[in-house]
């Protein structure tokens, strides 16, 4: 139980044990005093737990990604007052997570639609979606109609072993990894692998993590 809680019981407990006291040891001012602490601690019991109630719901829409939250209004006053900030200030966080959102996507399909009028083979690698995406001159020179595929199947595959070595180095490794290499690239569907020599544009973000790869290829 959350702190405050608890104490607002044991509170509570402690009022009404005081009440039982004053009645068997004659002591009959007590009573009403236990009377009005108990009602009060009661009344800030019972709004605490619908705080705390309806917080836990907030916290558990925000952990799902569901920006869309509302509060009712069955509390008054300053705690009431701070469940609206919060439900306000979630809902305006997913408004600026849309916004974002919507800017990747549109990002994405600006970066489709250039890749498709590159006139050279180009292959479009994101690690963290595992995606690996063939342009239209890609696909005419492995001779395949599927565009994209998992990039975790494609290193898995046993043709691919020095292009994978290679590739891993690259993103994973700390030394220094040449961009450039010679080697065979197959695909899962693809009737046989080719000899391509190939170059990567790894794109770095801030913290020096590589999520987007472009492979641009030649045949050898």
């Not at 009403?32 to 836990?56: M, Q």
């Not at 239209?136 to 492995?142: D, G, N, S, V, Y």
Request: with cysteine; proline share 5%.
């Amino acid at each position: 139980m959350n702190p405050v809680l608890l104490l607002f019981a044991v509170a509570l407990v402690a009022s009404l044990l005081s009440g039982v006291l004053g009645w068997f040891c004659g002591l009959y001012w007590l009573i009403p005093l236990a009377i009005v602490l108990v009602a009060l601690e009661s009344y800030f019991l019972i709004r605490l737990l619908r705080f705390y109630s309806k917080l836990k719901e907030l916290v558990k829409d925000l952990r799902e990604g569901d920006f869309g939250v509302s509060v009712p209004q069955v509390e008054k006053g300053p705690l009431g007052a701070l469940l609206a900030q919060l439900a306000g200030a979630i809902k305006r966080t997913g408004e600026f997570e849309k916004l974002r959102q919507s800017r990747v996507l549109l990002y994405y399909r600006a970066l489709n639609l250039l890749l498709r009028e590159v006139k050279e083979p180009v292959i479009w690698i994101d690690t963290e979606r595992d995606f690996f995406r063939l342009n239209p001159e890609a696909q005419r020179l492995f001779e395949v109609d599927q565009d994209e595929y998992k990039l975790s199947g494609i290193l898995n595959l046993p043709d691919n072993e020095v292009f994978s070595t290679w590739f891993k180095r690259l993103i994973y490794s700390s030394d220094v990894v040449p961009e450039e290499i010679a080697c065979d690239v197959a695909l899962p569907v693809s009737k046989h692998s080719r000899m391509l020599y190939v170059k990567a544009l790894v794109v770095r973000t801030g913290e020096e993590v590589h999520s987007l790869i472009f492979l641009f290829l030649k045949p050898v």
